[in-house]
């Protein structure tokens, strides 16, 4: 096995935090507040839910079905994702 | 208890009542606008200060339909007060027992999954459920279409597709609503496993026997295993927590998470459903919401626009209501002497003209700016601005203990505080909201304008500063900011102490962006005015009374030498109102002020308006125009011959009306926001304290830094 390139995406589970702008990724698992997991669950971040992350600023602009959200930092730091690859623009 | 959960049939004789629901930024509220129109009716739900839109239409054959708004709701899990109060309605427990015979479920087609998930949920209430699938248009634009037969065939409800902001689909949907209410209630669609059921039996039979359908009691054990939160009304099922841990302990036996079980079984089934039903075109994320949000939420460029919007919405506020202002104020005034010249001279004329005209019109010269500022609040509202608006303020609220949702409370207290205080809702950290609800009132409220305005034009001059800005605009600027910053460090300090605790994290959706629904904007804007108008038909109009009464009893027999400025002069120094404003002279002479002043300030406790109407009242030249009271003012003299009014003084007061609250109609909000009761009442008293001290602090400040400096009090 060869190490991956510098801009290649880690394929281990990793926090969402960490995902590059433009990856598609699975969620894993969803650590945090039980009051925030269950509003993220309601709009539609839950475990096997495909986002993508459109935008990173003080905060994390992802795309869950359709939907646009700004997670916070901290948030998206316990949210654990599986990267699957880079979204087509 | 058990009476009100299980699902009544709806009677021919009482109107069929029908509660709307959906996920935010669905166009619910522009659907139930096109379904009631000017029909409605707004309120509060008992004991909350969560509105409550009410409305109703015909059908045809004469049936009466009412309809209740309720708030928008990701999902029946509360995470805010806004969404248990639309859950308490939905399960017949809503203090108003105002159960709904129908529940409209509004769906946004271009969200299908995310909104599904409340919809699949409101399914299992044991109510017979219609679907609005909105936005349809918007949907097909992004090259998505929802084959609706089959939609309806796999949720088993009737589902109309609509454009709520055209009006399209209205009519059908009216038609199927009427059908629904004789339908039976939908069921669950997915089969949970053997195990997950067994585990949850005993909490749901402790439901059942609590006076839940059976429906519902499933529904509810499902839910409420991702739910920490007590909520209001599960308090009195005995020995919920135990039931509640032992189910979850049972699922954890299984190997599996509970909190993760509902999400997992309903997007499990929704995933399933979408395949079969909607289609979509390659789609690329690249679509026009993202090409507006390059600039919108652009690191440099964001915040420049956000700049720029405010700047716009100030400046159209205050420079397009003006000629509409004038007209109000020539018209009430020309009335008002039409008036007063049928009536013979004499004490009832005096009332006519200086109490009622002079009092209530000085109000409702007001009316055009809190419309035209509620108008661009629901602009930015249904346009999607304001959740960028809220994303890009998140960083600064931050940094004093707020949250990005702050924002949105704060910006509609430039309106009026009372909606401000009522927009804190949509926070769910009750600490974050109450910080929030602390410093709403510091904004600049339209009500002080009238005093910014009156203090402004008398005593600051007009000079030009750079283009487009002279030294009164900066004056109003200045207190705006002042009102600002400092509402923003006192959320710090409560953060830091009374409300000391974790910012919560930023969840935050950012719609797509959308052109507003100009009829259903229109509709909100007339609410409020009706609201506004309400208050000056009211409290303005019954404190302009007693007021002009105080002013005028006991009458004193005029000093036939004196000249009649001075006879007036002396009719109200030896006047109720003069006698009372004397005896308090003391507390506000520190601050440069005479008694007319002071009286004024007390009258104005009421409401910030009242200030301006008192004035009025005080030196008789109220309801002809701005400019009489102007320059009485300026002419205005002490016993010793020096002015009353200087600009420092006027600055001074402007400082004490940025602090200070003074509003009934906020202080009941705040009481009843920030818990009710005691609780509420302590708040209330906190909020009141604190901005009168720093009024009074301020306000002293200002005067004794500028005699330093050498101006004139």
């Known amino acids: 096995m060869t190490l991956p390139a510098s801009r290649e995406l880690p394929v281990c589970n990793c926090p969402l935090v960490d995902s590059e702008t433009g990856s598609l990724a699975t969620v894993v698992a969803i650590e945090c507040g039980e009051r925030e997991a269950c509003r993220l669950r309601a709009l539609g971040v839950y475990e096997g839910a495909q986002v993508s992350v459109i935008g990173k600023r003080h905060c994390l602009l992802v795309d869950v079905g359709g939907t646009r959200l700004a997670l916070g930092a901290d948030l998206a730091g316990g949210i654990t994702v599986r990267p699957q690859g880079r979204v087509a623009s | 208890m058990s009476s009100t959960a299980v699902s009544e049939r709806h009677t021919a004789t009482e109107p069929l009542r029908v509660a709307i629901i959906g996920n935010p930024n669905t166009g619910k509220t522009t659907l139930f606008n096109a379904l009631t129109g000017l029909r409605q009716r707004v309120g509060n739900f008992a004991g909350v200060t969560v509105e409550r839109v009410e409305g109703g239409y015909k059908m045809p054959d004469g049936r009466r339909i009412a309809v209740l708004d309720l708030p928008g709701s990701y999902s029946l899990s509360a995470g805010s007060p806004d969404e248990q109060i639309a859950l308490e309605v939905l399960l017949g427990r809503d203090q108003a027992h105002w159960r709904p015979h129908v529940v409209l479920v509004v769906v946004d087609a271009s969200h299908l999954e995310r909104n599904l998930f409340l ?402 904007l229109a509709i909100s804007v007339w609410q409020r005015c009706q609201l506004f108008l309400r208050r000056a038909g009211t409290v303005i109009l019954s404190l302009s009374i007693i007021l002009w009464a105080l002013a005028t009893y006991p009458h004193t027999t005029p000093d036939a030498s004196l000249a009649p400025a001075q006879q007036q002069e002396q009719q109200l120094a030896n006047s109720a109102l003069g006698r009372f404003g004397h005896a308090i002279e003391p507390v506000v002479r520190p601050l440069g002020y005479d008694w007319k002043i002071g009286v004024s300030i007390v009258a104005s406790f009421a409401a910030r308006e009242v200030f301006v109407s008192t004035m009025g009242t005080i030196y008789g030249v109220g309801g002809e125009d701005d400019a009489a009271l102007r320059d009485r003012l300026r002419a205005e003299t002490r016993e010793s011959g020096a002015p009353a009014y200087t600009p420092l003084i006027a600055v001074g007061l402007m400082v004490f009306y940025v602090y200070a609250l003074m509003c009934m109609s906020t202080i009941a909000v705040t009481v009843r926001e920030a818990g009710g009761g005691r609780l509420g009442w302590q708040w209330a008293g906190v909020q009141f304290g604190y901005m009168l001290a720093l009024a009074y602090g301020a306000a002293w400040l200002v005067v004794v830094v500028g005699r330093a400096m050498g101006f004139a009090t």
């Open chain 2, 119 to 520: 919809a699949s949920q409101v399914c299992e209430l044991g109510l017979p459920v219609v679907i609005a699938l909105n936005q349809v248009d918007a949907a097909a634009e992004k090259g998505i279409t929802v084959d609706v037969p089959a939609l309806i065939h796999e949720i088993g409800v009737p589902i109309v597709p609509t454009v709520a902001s055209r009006g399209e689909g209205v009519e059908p949907l009216k038609r199927a609503i009427v059908t629904a209410a004789s339908l039976p209630a939908p069921e669950r669609r997915f089969a949970l496993d053997h195990d997950i059921l067994a585990a949850l039996a005993p909490l749901q039979v402790q439901l059942e026997a609590d006076g839940f359908s059976s429906s519902a009691a499933a529904m509810e054990s499902l839910r409420l295993l991702g739910v920490s939160s007590k909520e209001a009304h599960l308090s009195h099922v005995a020995d919920l927590p135990r039931h509640l841990e032992g189910a979850r302990d049972a699922l954890r036996a299984l190997g599996l998470t509970p909190q993760r079980v509902e999400a997992e079984a309903r997007y499990g089934w929704i995933s399933g459903v979408v395949a079969r039903t909607m289609t979509r075109r390659e789609r690329s994320l690249d679509t026009y919401s993202d090409r507006l949000d390059a600039v919108a939420l652009h690191r440099l460029g964001g915040p420049i626009l956000f700049v720029v919007v405010m700047a716009l919405v100030f400046q159209a506020v205050f420079s397009w209501a003006t000629p509409l202002q004038d007209l109000i104020e020539v018209s009430i005034a020309s009335i008002g002497r039409a008036v007063g010249g049928l009536l013979p001279e004499g004490d009832l004329r005096s009332l006519v003209v200086d109490g009622v005209f002079a009092g209530v019109g000085s109000v409702l010269v007001f009316l055009p700016q809190i419309a035209f500022l509620f108008a661009f609040i629901g602009v930015l509202e249904q346009s999607g601005y304001m959740a960028r608006a809220a994303f890009l303020m998140d960083r600064l609220m931050r940094r004093v203990g707020l949250h990005g949702k702050s924002f949105i409370p704060m910006l509609s207290g430039y309106a009026c505080a009372v909606p401000g205080i009522m927009a804190t809702r949509t926070i769910e950290d009750p600490k974050d909201r109450l910080a929030t609800i602390m410093v709403v009132p510091l904004m600049s409220c339209s009500a002080r304008l009238p005093v910014y305005t009156l203090l402004i034009a008398t005593f600051v001059p007009a000079l030009p500063l750079m283009p487009g800005l002279d030294l009164q605009g900066a004056t109003m600027l200045a207190m705006y900011l002042l009102g600002t910053v400092t509402a923003l460090a006192v959320a710090a300090v409560f953060r830091a102490t009374l409300l000391r605790g974790p910012v919560r994290p930023m969840i935050l959706e950012l719609p797509p962006y959308r052109m507003p629904a100009i009829r259903s």
